[in-house]
């Protein structure tokens, strides 16, 4: 195995599972909300609920400066696919109840309930900024929208940033904040919704068959 997989393979599941040892935390401290920011963020509920099928290219950069690429693949509500490009030999997949973790060079998968990683917030239908979650902060550097989530039953269990452009409001990046701190971010690009996907594609007992496109 080279020293770049390695590398990559160390962080490539904090991108949807962001799980490890957990640190007590203070509980969250709700953003304060103007009444034209809780538009805003209805506004942003309405577009990514309008999502039900959506691809795109993505960048990864890890805590550890680590970088990887590849494609996303998204298919609400619950499902969706990463395939890193080699050296990482990484796929996950989300089946609507469970996320999968598959080394392909080491043929092992590890699998984790979807409701325990930060996917589920993208995942889960409807999206909204209701009781279940904690903004913790909301705000326009540039022309970008950037929101944070915690959940409220999980407070410890890291956050989620999306930003997004606002003039036409597009998902362009996310940041995963994990258990320990450490920080993920993607940026996504090439972004194609709408399209027919295969619904083998987010089931398990297709993973190791090839079928990925």
């Not at 039900?52 to 990887?68: E, L, Y």
């Not at 298919?75 to 109840?97: K, Q």
Request: charged share 15%.
């Amino acid at each position: 195995m080279t020293i770049i997989a390695q590398c990559c393979r160390a962080s490539l599941a904090v991108l949807v599972l962001a799980l490890g040892t957990v640190v007590a935390a203070a509980a969250p401290v709700p953003a304060a909300l103007t009444p034209q920011d809780t538009l805003e963020l209805q506004r942003i509920a309405v577009y990514l609920n309008g999502i039900r099928t959506m691809s795109a290219q993505f960048q990864q950069v890890a805590n550890n400066g680590g970088r990887s690429s590849g494609r996303v693949w998204v298919a609400r509500p619950g499902r969706m696919r990463f395939e890193y490009d080699p050296p990482s030999p990484i796929t996950l997949l989300a089946d609507a109840t469970s996320v999968y973790y598959w080394d392909k060079e080491l043929n092992q998968t590890s699998k984790y309930d979807l409701r325990s990683t930060p996917a589920w917030f993208f995942l889960r239908d409807p999206i909204n900024f209701g009781s279940d979650v904690v903004v913790t902060r909301f705000d326009h550097p540039g022309p970008a929208v950037r929101v944070t989530v915690v959940e409220t039953a999980q407070p410890d269990a890291g956050s989620l940033t999306l930003v997004f452009t606002e003039n036409p409001l597009a998902l362009r990046q996310w940041i995963v904040v994990d258990q320990q701190g450490k920080t993920t971010t993607v940026n996504l690009s090439d972004l194609q919704f709408g399209m027919a996907l295969d619904p083998r594609l987010f089931q398990y007992q297709y993973l190791f068959s090839g079928a990925n496109r």
